[in-house]
């Protein structure tokens, strides 16, 4: 065979090579950072924040835990020591590809719920190490989420929920039009549920159980977490 020849087989070879090293970082297949030690942390939240108790712990069928390709996950419902209010924790963390995908707007679909009204963009302001002045301020930084409503029709009153979620690799979240190139490369990523269920559509105003659950437990994440040199209390108050 010439070179001429030879010339489409290598430049095909070297598209093919290209290719799985693409893929390779965008799944993390590359990567050699011990994946199960780091998504451990999860287990790290505390079960009381607050005046929020987790009373129960929740479990992901192996069907969801198989399709999210979940290394780890911590599920729990808090209730509100004063209100009675309760919200569910889901934080899972996994490979990028897979983590990356199936945001609710698949998920919940696919169990039979329909989505009401648009997704809403919703910002929760954070203090910076070592300069909490900042926080609540208009320049001070923000962790994002996504949120909508969902309802899934029955018979009777229908099941509605609202739910928040969210992606982060180093304890601050965000929603980037596509996580999946966005956290490429990423030895491990995290990813954030927090619902409620209601018997009627929760409008966004600031002190809806859900955002006042998250003002609170954001910190708390980035702390036992994302800083795992100090060890992860029991409780925070």
């Not at 010439?2 to 297949?29: D, K, Q, Y």
């Not at 911590?74 to 897979?98: D, E, F, K, N």
């Not at 301020?137 to 909508?148: F, G, I």
Request: charged share 20%; with cysteine; hydrophobic share 35%.
């Amino acid at each position: 065979m010439s070179f001429r020849n030879s010339i489409p087989l290598l430049t095909g070879l070297l598209l093919l090579i290209a290719g799985g090293i693409v893929h390779g970082r965008w799944s993390g297949r590359w990567t050699t950072t011990d994946l199960n030690g780091i998504a451990a942390r999860v287990h790290n939240v505390p079960r009381q924040i607050n005046d929020w108790i987790c009373i129960e712990e929740g479990t992901v069928s192996d069907d969801e835990l198989k399709l999210a390709e979940l290394s780890s996950y911590c599920m729990r419902h808090y209730r509100h020591q004063r209100t009675g209010a309760i919200v569910t924790l889901l934080l899972m963390c996994g490979s990028t590809g897979p983590i990356a995908v199936h945001p609710p707007t698949a998920c919940y679909v696919g169990q039979g719920y329909e989505q009401v009204g648009d997704l809403q963009l919703h910002r929760v302001a954070f203090e910076e190490r070592g300069n909490p002045s900042r926080s609540g301020s208009d320049a001070a930084p923000t962790d994002s989420l996504m949120t909508a409503q969902f309802r899934k029709p029955g018979r009777g009153n229908s099941q509605k929920a609202r739910i928040f979620w969210s992606w982060t690799a180093d304890g601050h979240w965000s929603t980037p039009a596509s996580p999946r190139i966005e956290f490429a490369g990423c030895p491990a990523l995290f990813k954030l549920y927090v619902t409620q269920e209601a018997h009627d559509l929760l409008p966004l105003d600031g002190t809806t159980p859900p955002e006042e659950f998250l003002r609170e437990l954001l910190p708390v994440i980035r702390q036992s977490v994302f800083q795992v040199e100090s060890s992860a209390p029991d409780a925070v108050s």
